[in-house]
């Protein structure tokens, strides 16, 4: 069975990351480290993984961010507990772009800790079942993953090795799956051998072409995988993932659930629920004054902002602490507020109805003021069918409310034409931008593609935050005195952080950043291109971002806001 034969392989795999792994920690413990040898050690040591990569993070992703996790701290959101930065790309900052003899230690420990998780994976890939469904699964996310993170360099970004670690991480794929093709195999490995092909003959970081790559070679790959799943009708567990199961590319118009972070299963959206979402939206009846309504702030024709740098307190002149965010593809991640503080849409209009700067109002007034309506007690009867109703409860408001900007999901731009198929969809420097965007400007490593958050694929379990060093204005040279996440969760490293906002509708949002601080997109890349708030000499000691050059020529950005643009919504669809 394909099964055993791929847990053996594994097996072997991981017995190979081990030997890597001694092999570089014998040359860390020698009395005058050899640098070159170290870095080509360590170089065979991320090969090792890639080739495990595909299971290692489908069946234990807990683990994985200890063999391979970002060098930052890492907050679980239900918990609290903090985890320290630890695996691959905590090495690889030791190491590049020159390593020092005081990182010894360092080096030497982080190598130790990666032991701990070759046990683990040893143990689950030679005692637990891998099931065949599960193998469908885990290589078409991994072909996922190389095309959003592996060739953006998101997990190699000293090293820049890319391609050729997501080769290393397709061949392991490729033979996994030629392991169930019958008739189909010489496709199929056809199929793979080609981009395989690609990216060891394309090496140059800068210069891929990752447009051309992922519609020539890595999205045949994924549809490839999921028709040869539905050909041998292999059946198993779907889950609530954001990512559909049965999407056969990251581009399909229906590749996104929208009901993935609802509450739960009752809350999940309905046209009527929408319908009453959307009335109630543009209606002042849930604030206190009755003069404020959630479309005051978030106008459909602004891409639901409101083009100010930040709106105004309810009835008066004082400014709000942050800038209004669009609502358009909400729904589409894990966390809600630019300190992530509301997990769903329902958390979050709840906050929103009861700020007293926002709204001042409560949903527990509200509700009865809309049982006391006419209109509204038969929509609320008709959204929420029960025996008998004799109130409005509040979750229904806040759900009716969330329903509608899930509905507001629009994964329907001029890009999204162009990764479908159109060819004509995007111009040259467009496409050129796209390459740059995932490639020198380094803005994919954080702007995930393709929802362009900061929501983590191919799971999207997880939303992140950055620390990048916003300034105050653009007159004082000063980090802006908004503390972010630390707000709600006293962690040192959350201080001054924020949610990774959506790059999707950016060119009909500004001014932008939480303080609307940047009038337009030409700032915008100016801070970036000059490495944040770091690079520009403000005091900002966590800061995440690399705070380093990225040399983008005024081309080169003029063609990434190009890009930018080519990831506005077509709105009409909500008319």
């Excluded at 772009?97 to 030679?126: A, C, M, V, W």
């Excluded at 700020?355 to 007690?377: C, I």
């Excluded at 949002?509 to 690079?535: I, S």
Aim: hydrophobic letters at 40%.
């Amino acid at each position: 069975m394909p099964e055993k034969a791929i847990a053996e392989t594994l097996f072997a795999q991981i017995d190979s990351f081990e030997l890597a792994k001694n092999e570089m920690l014998a040359t860390a413990k020698s009395k005058v480290v050899d640098e070159s040898k170290l870095k080509q050690q360590f170089l065979k040591l991320r090969l090792a993984y890639k080739k495990a990569e595909w299971a290692v993070e489908y069946f234990d992703p807990a683990n994985a961010r200890f063999i391979n996790g970002p060098p930052v701290q890492e907050i679980e959101i239900t918990s609290g507990q903090v985890f320290e930065p630890a695996g691959l790309q905590v090495i690889e900052a030791m190491l590049y772009p020159k390593f020092n003899q005081s990182k010894k230690q360092e080096i030497i420990h982080q190598l130790d800790l990666l032991q701990s998780g070759i046990d683990r994976y040893k143990t689950r890939f030679k005692f637990i079942d891998i099931l065949n469904w599960q193998v469908f699964d885990a290589t078409k996310q991994e072909v996922f993953r190389v095309l959003s993170l592996g060739i953006s360099g998101f997990d190699d970004p000293l090293t820049l090795k890319s391609m050729h670690e997501s080769a290393a991480a397709l061949q392991s794929t490729g033979r996994t799956i030629a392991l169930y093709a019958t008739d189909d195999a010489e496709k199929i490995n056809a199929q793979f051998a080609a981009a395989i092909n690609y990216l060891n003959s394309h090496p140059d970081f800068n210069g891929f072409n990752r447009a051309e790559f992922i519609t020539k070679y890595g999205n045949p790959l994924s549809v490839s995988i999921t028709r040869l799943e539905r050909k041998l009708k292999i059946k198993g567990m779907h889950y609530n993932q954001l990512l559909n199961q049965d999407a056969e590319t990251m581009f399909d118009k229906d590749a996104f659930n929208i009901n993935t972070y609802a509450p739960d299963q009752q809350s999940y959206s309905s046209e009527r629920k929408i319908a009453l979402g959307r009335a109630l939206f543009a209606d002042p009846i849930l604030s206190g004054n009755g003069k404020r309504s959630c479309q005051t702030c978030h106008q459909p024709d602004k891409a639901f902002t409101d083009g100010l740098m930040r709106n105004t307190a309810i009835g008066t002149n004082k400014p709000l602490k942050r800038n209004t965010p669009t609502l358009i593809n909400a729904g589409l991640q894990p966390g809600q507020f630019y300190d992530l503080r509301a997990r769903t849409l329902e958390e979050q209009a709840n906050a929103v109805v009861g700020n007293k700067d926002e709204m001042h109002g409560s949903m527990k007034s509200a509700a009865v003021k809309l049982w006391n309506n006419k209109t509204y007690r038969e929509l609320f009867t008709k959204a929420f069918p029960l025996s008998s109703r004799t109130h409005i409860d509040t979750l229904e408001v806040m759900n009716a409310l969330g329903s509608f900007i899930r509905s507001l999901t629009l994964l329907n731009s001029r890009f999204d034409d162009y990764m479908r198929g159109n060819q004509a969809a995007m111009n040259k420097e467009e496409i050129n931008g796209f390459n740059l965007f995932m490639g020198k400007a380094k803005c994919g490593t954080c702007h995930y593609m393709p929802l362009f958050n900061g929501a983590f694929p191919p799971r999207y379990t997880l939303v992140e935050s950055e620390v990048i060093g916003v300034p105050k204005t653009l007159a004082e040279k000063e980090i802006d005195d908004d503390m972010g996440r630390y707000s709600t969760l006293k962690v040192e490293a959350f201080k001054h952080a924020f949610k990774i906002s959506t790059v999707r509708n950016a060119a009909k949002t500004a001014p932008y950043m939480h303080n609307g601080v940047f009038r337009n997109l030409d700032q915008v890349m100016d801070f970036y291109n000059k490495g944040g708030g770091a690079g520009l000499g403000y005091k900002v000691e966590n800061q995440t971002l690399d705070a380093g050059k990225l040399n983008l020529t005024a081309k080169e950005s003029k063609a990434v806001i190009a890009f930018i643009k080519a990831l506005d919504s077509n709105t009409e669809a909500l008319k």
